[in-house]
């Protein structure tokens, strides 16, 4: 599964970031509370070595709840990780938890009278400049529903006057996993331009089906399951009117709709992976 996405900006931003590092006092990561272990980028473990980081589940609004739960506990020898979401409804928790933590972990390396600086680093489209202006508490940074949103380093004072800086969302050039793509591809991180989209859908309709059946049944008001990962984008693309001349059905109009409606948490409240089992 290969895809052609490393835009420029990402180079740099690897190269500024690799700058910008070693003068913070913490690396905030933001990975997907969807998907904790394929959001995680290892050119930024590599970055950022032993610097005192905060791990922040974004989304946590869309992940579904046991899930996310089982993902705390796995990382719970580890303090600083935190689910979060910055829907408007719960944007509290990230306000009033994340300096705290940053703040904690931050006192052996600092003097007292210097700010805190922190960086946020994490895949594309993420959330990381979301949490910002969460944490701001208006809107400072620019947030789009498409990866590759932010394209250079921006930095901002808090109202705490910790210093916070939002990075472009770096991925690694040679991602080895499959699955791992088509987890990053279906969350978003990958633009839908740039991997073979079909394959997306498909791959969302096959793990749907076996870990969220009722989810789609419900959603697409089938009479039964469908027996394939074909027949689920069949039905849906019946049924919302996915046409082609011909009467053939448009199956990457199908799978479009069955990827958006994930995202935007229409489906339900969905992770695309669970914790390793000891
Ligand atoms: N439901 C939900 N949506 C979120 C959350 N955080 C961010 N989003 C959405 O995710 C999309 C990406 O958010 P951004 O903050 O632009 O992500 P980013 O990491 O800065 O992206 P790049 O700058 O492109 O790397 C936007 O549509 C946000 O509204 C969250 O906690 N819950
Ligand atoms: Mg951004």
Same mark, same amino acid.
């Not at 993902?71 to 910055?86: G, S």
């Not at 069949?234 to 448009?250: H, K, P, S, W």
């Given at each position: 599964?290969?895809?052609?996405?490393?835009p420029?900006?990402?180079?740099k931003?690897?190269?500024?970031?690799?700058?910008?590092i070693?003068?913070?006092?913490?690396?905030?990561?933001?990975l997907?509370?969807?998907?904790?272990?394929?959001?995680? *980028?290892?050119?930024i473990?590599? /970055?950022?070595?032993?610097?005192?980081?905060? #791990? =922040?589940?974004?989304? $946590? @609004?869309?992940?579904d709840?046991?899930?996310?739960?089982?993902w705390?506990?796995?990382?719970?020898a580890?303090?600083?990780?935190?689910?979060?979401?910055?829907?408007?409804?719960?944007?509290?928790d990230?306000?009033?938890?994340?300096?705290v933590?940053?703040?904690?972990?931050?006192?052996?390396?600092r003097?007292?009278?210097?700010p805190?600086?922190?960086?946020?680093?994490?895949?594309? *489209?993420?959330?990381?400049?979301? /949490?910002?202006?969460?944490?701001?508490?208006? #809107? =400072?940074?620019?947030? $789009? @529903?498409?990866?590759?949103?932010?394209?250079?380093?921006?930095?901002?004072?808090?109202?705490?006057?910790?210093l916070?800086?939002?990075?472009?969302?770096?991925?690694w050039?040679?991602?080895?996993?499959?699955?791992?793509?088509?987890?990053?591809?279906?969350?978003?991180a990958?633009?839908?331009?740039?991997i073979?989209?079909?394959?997306v859908?498909?791959?969302?309709?096959a793990?749907?089906?076996?870990?969220?059946?009722? /989810?789609?049944?419900?959603?697409?008001?089938? #009479?039964?399951?469908?027996? $394939?990962?074909?027949?689920l984008?069949?039905?849906?693309?019946r049924?919302?009117?996915?046409?082609?001349?011909?009467?053939?059905i448009?199956?990457?109009k199908?799978a479009?709709?069955?990827?958006?409606?994930?995202?935007?948490?229409?489906?339900?409240?969905?992770?695309?992976?669970?914790?390793?089992?000891?």
């Amino acid at each position: 599964m290969a895809i052609q996405w490393y835009p420029g900006h990402m180079t740099k931003a690897r190269r500024v970031l690799a700058e910008v590092i070693p003068s913070q006092d913490v690396v905030i990561e933001v990975l997907d509370a969807r998907m904790p272990a394929a959001s995680a *980028n290892p050119v930024i473990a590599e /970055l950022r070595g032993a610097k005192p980081c905060v #791990k =922040v589940l974004s989304k $946590s @609004d869309l992940a579904d709840p046991a899930v996310t739960e089982a993902w705390l506990a796995h990382f719970e020898a580890d303090p600083t990780v935190l689910a979060i979401a910055t829907t408007p409804a719960r944007t509290g928790d990230a306000r009033a938890r994340i300096p705290v933590l940053c703040e904690k972990l931050s006192q052996r390396t600092r003097g007292p009278d210097k700010p805190l600086r922190a960086v946020i680093v994490g895949i594309p *489209n993420v959330g990381k400049s979301s /949490l910002i202006n969460t944490l701001m508490g208006r #809107k =400072v940074t620019l947030v $789009s @529903d498409k990866p590759a949103v932010t394209k250079e380093l921006q930095l901002v004072t808090l109202p705490n006057g910790m210093l916070l800086s939002d990075n472009p969302g770096l991925l690694w050039p040679k991602i080895q996993d499959d699955d791992a793509t088509l987890r990053l591809a279906l969350g978003g991180a990958i633009p839908d331009t740039a991997i073979e989209y079909q394959s997306v859908g498909l791959f969302a309709a096959a793990y749907f089906l076996a870990a969220y059946p009722a /989810l789609v049944v419900a959603r697409y008001k089938l #009479k039964e399951t469908p027996t $394939s990962p074909g027949a689920l984008l069949e039905e849906i693309g019946r049924r919302r009117g996915c046409l082609r001349a011909g009467g053939t059905i448009d199956l990457y109009k199908a799978a479009d709709i069955l990827v958006h409606e994930f995202r935007t948490g229409t489906l339900g409240r969905i992770s695309l992976e669970s914790p390793p089992t000891a």
